[in-house]
Structure formats: structure tokens, C-alpha cells
């Protein structure tokens, strides 16, 4: 009997659990934050797994650039001392041309002052007297000779000869000597950030909001915010549909930095890498690359059939979704398409007018707002529909963002809310709602460092909403 009444205790993560033959101990309410927590952990690990992933082409990215930056500065090296090569040799050249263009003047020259002082020599030893010719060609010969003397003696004189000697150059020769490297690598280490002390979005809500004013002074219309991306910590990209604009804002300071403008409206932004993002330019069916050194420069582009909406970035490749034809595109970087999501297997459109597309934290699978369906759907990128989110406060979604846990973010413009979504599109709870400032909100980015929310809305064109959650 104490053997079957024995309780076997094990602790998991802070839990204690008591098993018997006949019951559990644990409440129903226990049970719930057990399988909560477990949930919490699998998401741990899943999004430290992407980290690790992610961290690993990261590496891979920097030894290759580390190689290639390394292999170009020995190639600037070796034009910057071909260059001074051929410089030292050109100025040898030119300076020997002179010597022997001097050299061949002086030899005429001395020459013809041998000829004629030869003469007047032979003119004395066959007479006895001086005549006046010789005289006067004697004094015409001392003369110029000492003309030659004068300007041998003169710097500026072209029959001055020259001498080269080459002297090394003490910065180099040190340098060599001493061995010092060309440059030097600088290590940093990255490791994947471990969130077991965040809490996922479900359990967060805002505890403070602000604004950050985008309108710069060569704006000729009021905003229009379309898209919000991170770009650093601190940093924030968005596009201004309204003035044809893209711009760099300072999230601490809430002034634009810099903008680039563009020949027609940009509608989306994805980040490519931290020095390149691209853009939708929906009326002129293309996508533009922006190269971001101080401010934005234009890079290359790519044409594409149909207007273009969404846009987002996966393992080097571009997810397009368009609403004139209704359809999203997977293409490389160059442009070439993949695959085209249109229609079902049955020849049903899959899209009325997509605006919005993202990536599944896994990259296994796409999400696509539609504005007119009033729906999120998540793909497979065969075209296979595996989940669809409607709700009665869905109405009209723009914008969305996927979370550190695989959750959605959502914006419902004409429901006047935010919507947070599973990764299989359940509905979890609406974070914001019109009064906390979701009124016809359209772009909206979540930075998961910070816990940082921003968001744009029609109402309020020329400010982007900054909220904190805890």
C-alpha cells in the first residue's frame, strides 16, 4: 500500500508535479500556465534556431566580404604603386631627354667654337701680324664661350645637366622593414540572443506613446506613410506615397535625416542588407534598389509585370504581391520569377487585391493581406492555402509584421485596430483599437530589441506613432 500511494515528484522548469496511480494534483489553471510555458520554450527554441541560422550566413557573409575587401585594398595597393612607378620612370625619362637634348646642344656648340678657334690658331702660325678678322672672331668666340660658362653656372639655363638619384620613401621603407600589417581584421562576436525572459506580445500591452513628425520641409503634400521598416537601432525607414519619397528617420532625435526622391510613388519597403533596401513603385510596375551610405542613393532596378505592392525579403529571394493582376510573385534578386501564386488548383483566384506580403519566421511560408477578401492568408509557397484569418474587426488590412514568437501583427484600416494573429492565423487579441490610435492605421513595424511598435494612420498623414510595450 505505501508503494502505490507513493508520489513521484520531478521539477520542469520551475514546476512541481505530483503523479499518482489515480489522480494529478495539478489544478486545471496549473495545467494551462504548464503547457503555456512549454509553448514559450518551443518558441525559444525555434527562434533561437532561426538566429543560429541567421548568424551562420552571417559569418558566411563576412568572410566573404573580409576576402574580397582584403584581395581589393592589395589591388588599390598595387595600382596606387604602379602608378608611382610609372611617375618616378616618366620623370627618369623626361629628365634624361633633357640631359641629352643639353648634352647634343653644348657638343654643337663647342664644336663650332673648336672650328672657329682652330682657324684663327692656323691664321696666326701662317702670318706675322694680326689681322682684324681674327681679333674680332677670337673676341666673338671668348664671348660666347663664356655665355656657355654662364648659363651652365645659371639653374635655369637649358643646357643645365641633371642627376637622378632615387630616394625611398621613409613611410614605405619603414613600413617594410619593420613588417606592420597592411590593415588588420577586427572580431566581434555575435551570439543568438535567448529571449526566455521576454515575454511574447500576447502578455504585453502599451505602456507609453509617442510621435515622431515625418513631414520634411520639401514636402509639397502631406504624408502619406505606406511602410515602416527597422533599418538600425535608432533608425527607421519609411515611404511617403504622397511625396514620392523615401526617408531616413532618427527615432531618438524625430527628425528626418535624409530622403531620396523617386519619379512616382513608393508603395512598400523591404531590407535587403544593412546597406540596401528595395522598393515598390507601383505605377511604374518596378522595383528599385536603394543603396544607403549616408542617405539613400538608386542602385539597380528591376521591370515587372503588373503593379506591385508587397514586398519582402527571404534567403535571396523577393516575395512581390501585385493588385493589377491580383497575384504574388517569388523572384530572385535579379528579377527572374520562381513562381507565381494566382490562382488555387481548382483555377480560383487566391487574390483580390494583396497589398501587403511577409515571410513566416520559418521562411517555409508567405502571409498576404487582402484588402478587398478582408482576409490574411498564409501559403506554402507551392501556392497551397494553409491557413486564412477573418474577423468581424478585419476590415480593409494593410500593413503587417511578423513577431519574434511567429505571431502577426495586422493592421485593420477600416476596423480601426491591430490585430495579433498566430502563426496559423487563430486570432489571439486585438492590441490596439481606434481610441489607443488604430484609426485607418496602414503601415506598421515592430523592432523586438526595444519592444517598439510604429505605426502610420490616414488622420494623423505626418506622424508616424511610436508605442512601447511591456
Known sequence: MEDFNRKEKSNIQGYTICKANHASSASRDEYKAFVRRIEKLLTVVKTTKEEIDNNSREVTTAYTDAVRDIKKYREDIDAYLDEMERNLLERCHNINQENEKAIKKLDVEFKTMQYELDTVNSSLKSHERLSADMVLTANETSSHLKGIIQELKSDNGDTKLQLCLFKRSKAIRDMVVSRKAIGKLEVTLTEPSFHLDKKNLYDMAYNGRGEIKVKSKTDKKDCYITSIIVISSGIIACADWANNSVKLVDVKTALVLSEIHLASPPWDLAQISKDQIAVTVTSENKIQFLNKTNGFTKGH???????????????????VSYDDPSKVEIMNLH?????????DASGIPLFERPYYVMSSSDGESVYVSDNEKHSVTRLAYDGEILATYKDTELRCPRGLVVCRDGSLLVCSSHGHSVHLISSECNKLKIMLRRKEGGE???????????????????TLSDQIRVYKFT
Open 440 to 458: 485607418f492605421c496602414q503601415a506598421i513595424c515592430y523592432f523586438d530589441a526595444s519592444d517598439t511598435l510604429y505605426l502610420s494612420n490616414f
Open 335 to 343: 528579377g527572374k520569377v520562381l513562381r507565381c501564386l494566382k490562382a
Open 301 to 319: 532596378s528591376i521591370d515587372v509585370v503588373g503593379r506591385c505592392r508587397g514586398i519582402a525579403y527571404n534567403n535571396d529571394n523577393l516575395v
